[in-house]
């Protein structure tokens, strides 16, 4: 009995003379996607998605004194580290092969507009002077906001009504960012989600001679719940109401990219989308509009839950991380901020 291809039903048989016909295989059957899932080294080739070490940003605490590596409760395996620990963990990471840090400060002095934020010897500058010498090949982030800095906890200058003054805090992020590039920031990351905030740091930046100096832009940033494991860490918990009126409602997307589009015109050299599980179908839709690298930020209350129902022993942590990493991947992210950075690292390596 030979054999001859039917269109889109794969081989069927052609019967020999005086023979019936044999029934075609019905479609469900023909098609078996299963055959590309029978083999692990097969299913690695056919996977569209693939993590790597190049995918991963570490954020990291800094505070003042000497000798500090003190644990955040709210997240296992994340440390508020003085300059001198904070250098030997940027060591590792690079030995890691993790391509970057984002530095977040937190400074013992704090004042209405956050003044320690610009100051030459302020807390981060001296932290992006050390780094720069013990780990030279990683890449430097500086987050650029003023909830760490204010002793309202707010992300700006306030007016007398008690909310954010957006064009005085722009004066303030002009001071900030100039700052720190001069201490050897590689890349600005404006957080505050003030308007016009990326335009008037380009300016401050290029007007300092920082030309060359990227912004990476907290673009679509929303007033999310899952920042509380963040605010324990960085001691930025606001003193009173919340953060709604300067971050997005997390009900709306079409404003994520009104947004994305306001500080690529602006300048813009990458941007971001905060938090980001919860926030998917944003990075799929900013992905599909915008060609500049796109970010995720995997937050506190994203990892603090992953580490909570570990310990309960209701998950598997190692697969959970790897899975949700992948999903923010898949999602259309370039590169992901995430407190699981190391952990990632040591197993793709």
Known sequence: MSYSPTPGMGQAMTPGPGEEPPPLPPEYLVR????????????????QTQLTRDDLVLPLFVVEGRGVHSAVSSMPGVFRESIDRLAETCQKAEELGIPGVILFGVPEKKDPEGRQAWLPE????????????????????ADLCFCEYTDHGHCGV?????????????????????????AGAQVIAPSGMMDGQVGSIRAALDEAGHLNVPILSYAAKYASAFYGPFRDAADSAPAFGDRSTYQMDVGNSDEALREVELDVKQGADMVMVKPAMPC?????????????????????GEYAMIKAAAAKKWIDETRVMIESLTSIKRAGADFVLTYYAREMAKLLR
Do not use: K, W
């Open 158 to 182: 306030l007016t007398p009504e008690g909310d954010v003054d957006n064009d005085a805090t722009l004066e303030n992020l002009e001071l900030q960012a100039a700052s720190l590039a001069d």
């Open 280 to 300: 998917l179908d944003v990075i799929r839709r900013v992905r599909e509009r915008f060609d500049v690298p796109l970010c995720a930020y995997q937050v506190s």
């Open 122 to 141: 302020g807390l981060v500058q001296r932290a992006m002077e050390r780094i720069a010498s013990a780990a030279p090949g990683l890449l430097r982030i």
């Open 32 to 47: 078996r996607p299963r055959r590309l899932r029978s083999h692990p080294a097969l299913r690695r080739l056919v996977r």
